[in-house]
């Protein structure tokens, strides 16, 4: 994977996230922190249908692409795809009999309208993870980052033609314009990927073939319930232990906190193809230390700069989201620490113990539970954020350690020790920042020196691959990692 299929993958995520900072300042602006924590529950509770219903087999596909030659591909997205589809289908059916559940499950609103439109994007967004998968594998970065940005823009002007006609700030056309994006994104994914999933509905499911992924993915699948649970309990305890306008607030500053979601995003979209290809023609993985260096300076540099920049956020949020200036920098914590984790936990992957994933997600999860409980009914939103930055910390740290025991040492003492000391910043910037006030992004400056003075040779060695990329050289990422 080259230098510009890796840009061709990096156009979506910021493109999408440059289309995301263009529309909250108008949702902010128009609807209520109410209805702005609300449609956070719908994004919460899709993201966990994807996770619940793919039984895993999303994760099986990524894994057995590479070795699966030609038509065993087309079989293998079929094998992948039917089950948790069917099986969504049904859940989504069997809640449709009582109409206006779903609405008053999620939103606490009693309406049939929203529910069948919340159903809608349910389907969407699982088929439509599929089929990104497809664009994934084939190294297709372009049609993959269309078919993220496109949706943004409808959205955009979605809401836009709201704004402009003086109509729907509601909850209802919320959902409404939340729900045609996804459906753009599922189309332009079924049109990218036609070739494929016309084969597929062809082709034959190997039985035998399905239940070994069936058991490679078994573990993911509560690993990934403990996951999800890490990543969307603190909205949940927020619904039951706060209110919808401290959710509003909370998910106005992960979406701030996306900006760090892009460099995640990109990496794992292309670290995974990059690793099981090492790991299957047996080169490449003395590079994963060095990789794993590259990927801490950022980490650390975009904890620096949000910290340090955060006050920003004032100019473009209404004066009752305040305090997310000081709360997006525990958010930081999920796209960041996660990212990281990523690098060190490969050892899981290429032995295949999935169980130690599972362990570590239920772990973290369980200490994220806790967290919630103990610091949200005091702190409300920052609560919550400090929480999940600390059990993710606890996620990097437990990922890492199983790594190593199921595959070889690494370096990691300064893995820990500049991590530790972000999220500590962290925290007392979002649970204290008011009484403090602007010092602390003094604090940040600072501790931004120290990481570019530790990261020396990093430093050195990446401005020099700028440079030498913007003098026109075309180089892969493995023969950068060599030199």
């Known amino acids: 994977m080259n230098i510009r299929t890796i840009s061709s993958f990096a156009i979506g995520p910021i493109g999408a996230a440059a289309l995301g900072f263009i529309t909250l300042p108008i949702v902010t602006w128009f609807y209520s922190t109410e209805d702005v924590g609300r449609i956070a529950m719908l994004y919460v509770m899709s993201n966990f249908c994807v996770m619940l219903f793919s039984l895993g087999l999303d994760q ?109 700030f509601d909850l209802f056309h919320l959902v409404i314009a939340h729900t045609i994006s996804i459906l753009v994104v599922t189309l332009i994914y079924a049109w990218n990927t036609r070739i494929e999933w016309l084969a597929a509905c062809k082709s034959q499911v190997d039985i035998q073939n399905l239940k070994v992924m069936i058991r490679f993915g078994a573990p993911l699948v509560l690993g990934g319930a403990a996951f999800w649970g890490l990543t969307a309990i603190d909205k949940l305890f927020l619904r039951s232990y706060s209110s919808f306008e401290q959710l509003g607030i909370y998910s106005v500053s992960v979406s701030f906190a996306a900006a760090a979601s892009i460099f995640q995003s990109v990496f794992s979209t ?47 949020l209404p004066e009752s989201y305040s305090s997310v200036k000081y709360i997006v920098v525990s958010c930081l914590g999920y796209p960041l620490l996660y990212t990281m984790s990523e690098t060190t936990v490969i050892g899981i992957h290429i032995s295949r113990k999935t169980f ?84 602390l992004h003094l604090i940040w400056f600072g501790l931004l020196l120290i990481v570019l003075l530790s990261f020396k040779k990093e430093v050195v060695e990446t401005i020099g691959w700028c440079r030498a990329l913007s003098g026109g050289e075309n180089r892969t990422v493995l023969s950068d990692i060599k030199q």
């Open 356 to 439: 130690y994933s599972m362990v570590a997600c239920i772990v973290a999860f369980a200490f994220n539970v806790l967290g919630n409980m103990l610091l949200i009914p005091h702190f409300g939103a920052a609560g919550a954020a400090v929480s999940t930055s600390m059990a993710f910390l606890l996620f990097l740290l437990l990922r890492t350690e199983f790594s190593v025991k199921l595959w070889r040492p690494i370096p990691r003492r300064k893995i820990y020790l500049f991590t530790f000391l972000m999220v500590v910043i962290a925290l007392i910037t979002t649970l204290y920042g008011e009484q403090i006030g602007y010092i």
């Open 60 to 168: 099986a596909y990524v894994r057995e692409y590479h070795i699966t030659m030609g038509k065993g591909k087309s079989a293998l997205l079929k094998a992948t795809l039917l089950p948790g589809l069917i099986l969504l289908a049904v859940a989504l059916i069997i809640c449709l009999v009582k109409p206006g559940f779903i609405s008053k499950a999620l939103f606490a609103v009693d309406s049939v309208l929203i529910s069948l439109l919340v159903a809608i994007c349910f389907l969407a967004t699982f088929i439509s993870r599929f089929l990104s998968l497809i664009l994934r594998m084939q190294e297709k970065g372009l049609a993959y980052s269309m078919s993220q940005i496109l949706p943004k823009i409808l959205f955009v002007l979605v809401i836009g033609t709201y704004v402009l006609f003086s109509f729907g």
């Open 270 to 316: 292309v670290w995974a193809p990059i690793v099981y290809k090492w790991a299957h023609s047996g080169e490449g993985l003395d590079k994963v230390e060095k990789v794993t260096q590259y990927v801490l300076l950022c980490v650390l540099l975009l904890f620096c700069f949000v910290g340090a920049f955060s006050w920003i956020v004032d100019f473009i």
